[in-house]
């Protein structure tokens, strides 16, 4: 179990509640119209007409990168209504005539081509979330105002999806991998801990060509520019939640000049450290389950217990009971082990509407019967019932965390962490602690340094932030909103991960008045 994966694919979070309602019997008859990706089951379309580029959208920065920015996408009807092509980019930018990298795309074209305002690039997060299976699934992620609108356009960042994806170990080994002790308890379990990182590594370079050094975000954000100059466009309209902020923020910062209409929803701060980043998302998830804990008790008759502190107190029980005895499950092969528990746990705290789902993993997992906790851990990680993986995100995660930022502990030093990550999560602060030893062994070095982020003279960049999420706290909104030279911040009073297509008319309009007429929120609005 790794603490630093959990800015996580929000694709994967909003297909939770169709999934598990399936597997238990539970769906409803509205249950399939929310899952998304159902464009037209009727057979394969045409492509809808590519518009003309606009002027000057195929200026490269550099001449040498001239023969990516002229190419031509050539799209193809692919997954039932959808259409799919693939960008080539160089592997490394400081060489663009050596190696390249085709990235995979997917595009829900508008559905109202008479209005249409041109193509909303979005990444779901991650890092490592497959984004063509974001834009597949725009139906659940994005309300009709903004599908009428634009063609929305999914791309798969490199090292990630279907562009190459890194491959660090065997699928049984990242079985292993996810279920581990989160909190080793002896100095040997620790060095145990310390080596599983090595191995994972060891892996990625073992495993995967020369791309796994060139998976960085600033990489990745290059692509984008690429990819706006095929689909035609002079500048950037880009949509991008929990770590797709980082990426969006990073495009801006090396062509601001570029920067449309950019939303960043479910922000990280950019300007603080990884070990910050890891002690306040701590604190984000703590908040997060009391406030589910809260909900419980304010209903009455709380299965957890008669207050918050008692309900905590049963989830940590809980916890601690499967590190002792892992629990038995449905599944005769498999038993729900204590890193498995524990995103379990963390998953469905990412949407209000899934704590009733919340609800019966935990109460199965009190009667003995780990089943759902193990359902939703399958589906944090992307693994599949016959133990496949259906995309790399749970090893693309740490490749590309990794090489932005190499920071790590060894186990002999997590000890001395932990009273404070504590402090800030008396729930989930030691296995956090632990995590800060997630980049441990890598073997790859960044090819350029990260810039620091203020997108100087970029448009007006909208930055979301929601009071209660667990994995993006609401205070890094407000610093990246700050740290932007252009940032706009828009408030959500609520719970989940990120703002946008939560249930709040007023962070929803003020989001889609931007994106398709152009005008920015009030700076500060609260909603």
């Not at 920065?61 to 209504?81: I, K």
């Not at 990235?103 to 909303?120: N, T």
């Not at 918050?308 to 809980?318: K, R, W, Y």
Request: charged content about 25%; hydrophobic content about 35%.
């Amino acid at each position: 179990m790794r603490a630093s994966r959990l800015i996580a694919a929000l694709v994967v979070i909003a297909l939770l509640a169709v999934v598990v309602f399936v597997a238990f019997g539970l769906a409803t008859s509205e249950t399939t119209s929310e899952t998304g990706g159902e464009k037209d089951s009727s057979g394969p379309a045409a492509p809808a007409p590519t518009p003309d580029p606009q002027p000057g959208s195929s200026e490269p920065p550099e001449p040498d990168l001239a023969p990516y920015y002229s190419q031509t996408l050539s799209w193809e009807a692919c997954r039932d209504g959808f259409e799919c092509a693939t960008l080539t980019v160089p592997v490394d930018y400081a060489d663009p005539g050596g190696e390249t990298v085709d990235l995979a795309l997917l595009k829900d074209p508008a559905d109202e081509l008479s209005q249409r305002v041109g193509s909303l690039i979005v990444n779901p997060g991650g890092p490592g979330a497959p984004g063509t299976t974001y834009a597949q699934n725009s139906s659940f992620a994005f309300r009709d105002v903004l599908r009428d609108d634009f063609d929305i356009v999914g791309f798969d960042p490199r090292g990630t999806g279907d562009s190459d994806p890194v491959d660090c170990i065997s699928d049984e080994d990242l079985d292993a991998f996810v279920a581990s002790d989160p909190d080793p308890e002896t100095a040997e379990e620790g060095q145990a801990y310390q080596a599983s990182y090595e191995a994972f590594f060891q892996g990625c370079v073992a495993n995967s060509d020369s791309l796994v050094g060139h998976v960085t975000t600033v990489e990745a954000a290059r692509d984008m520019d690429v990819l706006r100059a095929a689909l035609g466009e002079a500048t950037m309209l880009y949509f991008g939640a929990s770590y797709g902020t980082k990426l969006g923020a990073t495009y801006a910062d090396l062509f601001p000049d570029k920067v449309g209409r950019m939303v960043l929803d479910g922000a990280v701060d950019l300007s603080i450290d990884s070990r910050q980043l890891s002690l306040e998302q701590a604190g984000g998830f703590e908040v997060a389950l009391r406030s589910y804990v809260q909900d419980c008790v304010d209903e009455g008759d709380c299965f957890l217990g008669d207050s918050v502190d008692d309900g905590l107190a049963t989830i940590q029980g809980l916890i601690a009971d499967v590190d002792e005895e892992p629990l038995p499950t449905r599944d005769d092969d498999r038993d729900l082990a204590v890193g498995n528990a524990f995103y379990g746990l963390v998953a469905p705290l990412y949407n209000r509407d899934y704590w009733s789902i919340l609800d019966q993993a935990l109460e199965l997992g009190l009667e003995g019967d780990g089943t759902l906790l193990l359902r939703l851990s399958d589906l944090y990680e992307s693994r599949e019932d016959d133990g496949s993986y259906s995309d790399n995100s749970a090893e693309a995660i740490l490749a590309i965390n990794c090489l932005d930022d190499p920071y790590s502990v060894t186990a002999d030093q997590v000890p001395a962490e932990i009273p404070a990550f504590e402090k800030a999560s008396p729930t989930f602060g030691e296995v956090f602690a632990w995590g800060l030893m997630a980049c441990h062994g890598i073997q790859s070095k960044r090819s350029e340094p990260a810039p620091e982020i203020d997108a100087a003279g970029a448009a007006p960049i909208v930055v979301v932030g929601t009071t209660r999420d667990p994995a993006t706290p609401y205070q890094w909104a407000v610093h990246l909103a700050d740290q932007l030279q252009s940032g706009v911040l828009v408030s959500r009073d609520g719970d989940g991960h990120t703002g946008y297509n939560s249930g709040n008319d007023c962070v929803d309009e003020a989001l889609e008045g931007y994106l398709v007429s152009g005008t920015v929120p009030d700076d500060g609005l609260e909603c």
